[in-house]
């Protein structure tokens, strides 16, 4: 079955410590996106990537940082530069160009004690 | 900028209501506009959508009516289930190959 991997579902890590948030595709999608969801705030994007070893920021970039050395993959890692990590992060993907095709994984949650 | 505003929830109905979630945008050009659903832990779903004014997106029973008039995309079904019960968000998309969110609303189906 196609679809969007995203591992693991819950995560938990330390104050002052970096995580990186795995999403994997086969949908052959060239454009990838991560969103954070907050309560009340809905989904804000925090970078996109068109294509392969190409990526931009989104509207909330600020302490966080992303590769795409494959179409396939689109990790994310939270650095402690991030003021407020704990949140439900979502990725995405879809067909370049068309945003409005975009599939959801089912998302990881990150706890940060 | 490009921006979406929802209906604030929670909305809780009892289940054969009639249903509203209210949707304005505010963005430069002729956006697209989408409804999502998110099911409980999981990741959101399309609804449905619409590309240009006038078009009405439908799916599973839920309608929205793209009016450029009143920059609106309301979110209604006319008969509510239980299975129906997640976050719904309302998105647009301008042309700059990215999606903008709604705060989402929360809406409980009662039996």
């Known amino acids: 079955d196609g679809g969007i991997t995203q591992s693991p579902k819950y995560l938990f890590r330390k104050e002052g410590q970096n995580v990186t948030l795995s999403c994997e595709q086969n949908l052959n999608h060239d454009a990838m996106y991560w969103y954070r969801q907050d309560p009340g705030q809905g989904l804000r994007l925090i970078y996109y990537s068109q294509i392969v070893n190409d990526f931009q920021k989104g509207d909330i970039a600020e302490g966080y940082s992303v590769s795409r050395e494959k179409k396939e993959s689109f990790p994310l890692t939270v650095t402690s530069a991030q003021k407020n990590p704990t949140a439900f992060y979502l990725c995405?993907?879809?067909?370049?160009?068309?945003?409005?095709?975009?599939?959801f994984g089912p998302g990881t949650r990150l706890t940060v004690l | 900028g490009d921006s979406v505003t929802q209906m604030e929830g929670p909305v809780t109905l009892s289940e054969e209501a009639f249903l509203t979630i209210n949707c304005t945008y505010t963005a430069t050009g002729y956006p697209s506009l989408f409804w999502y659903v998110q099911y409980p832990g999981e990741g959101l779903q399309l609804l449905l959508k619409a590309t240009k004014a006038d078009d009405k997106g439908s799916n599973k029973g839920f309608e929205a009516t793209y009016r450029k008039e009143t920059t609106s995309f309301h979110l209604e079904k006319g008969s509510v289930q239980v299975s129906d019960s997640a976050v719904y968000f309302c998105?647009?998309?301008?042309?700059?190959?990215?999606?903008?969110f709604g705060t989402g609303t929360r809406l409980t189906i009662i039996p």
């Open positions: 998105a647009l998309e301008s042309g700059n190959e990215k999606l903008t």
């Open positions: 995405a993907s879809s067909r370049q160009g068309m945003p409005d095709t975009q599939y």
